[in-house]
């Protein structure tokens, strides 16, 4: 592309050198909670650019490592954020994507262990995925008041507000069998809240289950291959041909890395543009993968590009 440089390069980019990258791509990956919108606030244009690109024929998708609702919930969501054409088959949440993976390639034959939320546990019911039904009314003691399922073959963490010692408990006896899988949704560290607050986020807890049972969780959420890899089985994308746009260096950016796929940063989330030139400057070549191939303010840059190739 003429006057575009990539290979890792961090450049900042608008206008016209928008529009050529985007001409070269067939299919655009979002991010959605920091580029799409933060929490319940849209970020400004961005129904706008959905709908823009999808008129020029690109396919959009949202690949989200947030695995607190399910995807219907999600379509709900981007309706009330002034969103008109967003359908639930172009959404990838870390929840749905962890029943496909436990469905489709584990081929589970057993029940699943869920340390979650109902966004988790409603995706791996449609799915048809088996799971251990907690009950709520249990005692409080220690781990020998609690019977073990001998039919769980997995163990599932997500995001878990109601995270405890017994469920900790509880997982770590069943991953003493070997032949259990261990999973988690995502590696997300922790998640920003208004007010500056930050709440624990899945990578957190699965470090505790780590920790305490001595074994290491595959991740099925970004920056792991499996997310882009679902997409691409129902959609045949090409990831030459695909652009990845994200506002989190270490899991959005590094699964573009990972994909294959050419990444764009946009400033309007976690990730600053001093902590890509930090990575980039870095004489640590596993850094290398957190440096974005593009950096924009904003995706609503997006909308000015295409107006002044028009105008």
Not at 67 to 93: N, Q
Not at 228 to 241: R, V
């Amino acid at each position: 592309m003429a006057g575009l440089v990539s290979s890792r390069g961090c450049h900042k980019i608008r206008g016209s050198q928008i529009r050529e990258l985007l001409d070269s791509k067939l299919n655009v990956l979002f991010d959605c909670d920091g580029v799409i919108w933060n929490g319940e606030t849209v970020v400004a244009g961005a129904p706008e650019v959905v709908t823009l690109l999808k008129q020029q024929g690109k396919k959009v998708f949202f690949i989200t490592n947030n695995c607190t609702r399910p995807r219907a919930s999600y379509v709900t969501k981007f309706i009330r954020l002034g969103f008109t054409d967003v359908a639930e088959e172009e959404i990838f949440s870390s929840a749905y994507c962890s029943a496909a993976y436990l469905r489709d390639v584990a081929k589970l034959q057993g029940k699943v262990y869920v340390i979650g939320c109902q966004g988790v546990v409603k995706e791996l019911r449609e799915a048809g995925v088996p799971i251990v039904e907690e009950d709520t009314d249990a005692p409080t003691g220690t781990i020998y008041d609690y019977p073990l399922d001998p039919d769980v073959k997995a163990v599932l963490v997500g995001y878990d507000e109601k995270f405890d010692f017994i469920k900790l408990a509880k997982a770590c006896c069943y991953l003493q069998n070997t032949e259990c899988l261990f999973l988690a949704t995502d590696p997300d560290p922790w998640h920003p809240l208004r007010g500056g607050r930050i709440t624990p986020g899945s990578g957190s807890l699965t470090a505790a289950v780590e920790t305490a049972s001595s074994r290491k969780a595959t991740v099925i959420g970004k920056p792991s291959c499996f997310m882009f890899e679902c997409i691409a089985s129902q959609f045949n994308l090409d990831p030459g041909q695909s652009l990845m746009v994200g506002d989190r260096l270490e899991t959005d950016i590094l699964f573009g890395a990972n994909c294959g796929l050419d990444t764009m940063l946009t400033l309007t989330g976690v990730s600053t543009l001093e902590d890509a030139h930090g990575y980039k400057d870095s004489d640590d070549p596993e850094r290398k993968d957190f440096v974005p191939d593009y950096v924009v303010e904003t995706i609503a840059d997006f909308i000015e590009a295409y107006e002044e190739e028009e105008g």
